[in-house]
């Protein structure tokens, strides 16, 4: 029968082989394995305040980040580091005796968790199958969700969406937004709209639009009636992962290149059909339209 000494000197070589298999399980799927820097996070997305909540219950699988140590724990707290051992396995003697640890400290923004103290009692809670750990929680603010799937991938687009938003204000103007995309760029490419139906705008009206009177006319003519649209076709459906704001970009690139082709009085309810017809189909089905638009020398057939 093993000593707790010789449990927890196991317990850690598991950990350190989770983390191997980890490592190579994200380098086969292309996805971020480390965890997230609380500094890099607060700088991204420009949080805000910090509001001691008290000692509360957390659930570790939303622990994705650090402070200080982000380099030490992948992405699932296993230890990716030797020079850890002895504090790692000290901390998993005192659980198996039963001894009264302290409370881990952690930063909160919005459904995820940073560890500023406590690295190793998290790692351990992870490696024995623990749901939960109780922690100090201190919580920031931020202008934009934030889940607890975030990743550094995901974190640039978060950011891009924080800048748009003191740009535009559009949250402020319009508290019940929701302008999300799934990938990078997109949100200057929305900027880009915005300033051509500004331009529009003053041309109709012969007049100077302030651009928060722009940006609401934008969004309460443009983009709203089109989300409206994809919702009632249910067109997100056929495109698993996406969001209303990917399509509402996709489709109006989509408009833009149907009108060059059909004429200027093609409604956008039709060019959301075409777009999911074409677009959301199966690559074979998808191959065989665009053969048969080909040989009909038009896309207006439709």
């Avoid at 949080?47 to 402070?67: D, E, F, N, T």
């Avoid at 929680?137 to 924080?162: N, S």
Wanted: charged residues 30%; negative net charge; proline residues 4%.
């Amino acid at each position: 029968m093993e000593t707790g000494k010789e449990q927890t000197m196991t317990d850690f070589e598991a950990a350190r082989r989770k983390a191997f298999w980890n490592e190579l399980g994200a380098f086969l799927s292309g996805r971020p394995n480390r965890l997230l820097s609380w500094s890099e996070v607060r700088d991204e997305l420009d949080l805000r305040g910090l509001v001691h909540q008290g000692v509360q219950a957390v659930p570790v699988a939303k622990i994705i980040g650090s402070v200080e140590r982000y380099q030490d724990f992948d992405r699932a707290f296993m230890p990716k580091q030797d020079h850890i051992a002895a504090r790692w396995r000290s901390v998993a003697s005192a659980q198996y005796s039963n001894t009264n640890l302290p409370p881990v400290t952690l930063y909160k923004v919005g459904d995820a968790y940073f560890v500023v103290d406590g690295h190793h009692r998290v790692s351990v809670a992870r490696e024995r199958g623990h749901g939960f750990v109780d922690a100090k929680v201190i919580e920031a603010e931020a202008r934009v969700p934030v889940t607890a799937d975030l990743d550094a991938v995901d974190l640039k687009v978060r950011g891009e969406y924080t800048r748009f938003l003191e740009r535009t204000q559009l949250d402020v103007l319009r508290p019940g937004q929701s302008v999300e995309f799934t990938t990078g760029g997109a949100y200057e490419c929305l900027l880009e709209h915005v300033a051509v139906h500004r331009h529009r705008m003053e041309q109709e009206q012969q007049r100077h639009i302030p651009e928060d009177e722009a940006v609401c006319d934008w969004y309460d003519h443009s983009y709203l009636p089109l989300v409206r649209i994809i919702r009632e076709q249910e067109i997100l459906d056929r495109f698993p992962r996406r969001t209303e704001a990917d399509l509402y970009l996709w489709i109006m690139d989509h408009q833009h290149y149907l009108r060059e082709q059909c004429g200027p009085d093609v409604g956008t309810e039709r060019v959301a059909e075409h777009f999911a017809d074409r677009r959301a189909a199966p690559p074979f089905k998808r191959m065989v339209r665009a053969i048969r638009d080909w040989v009909a020398g038009s896309v207006c057939d439709w």
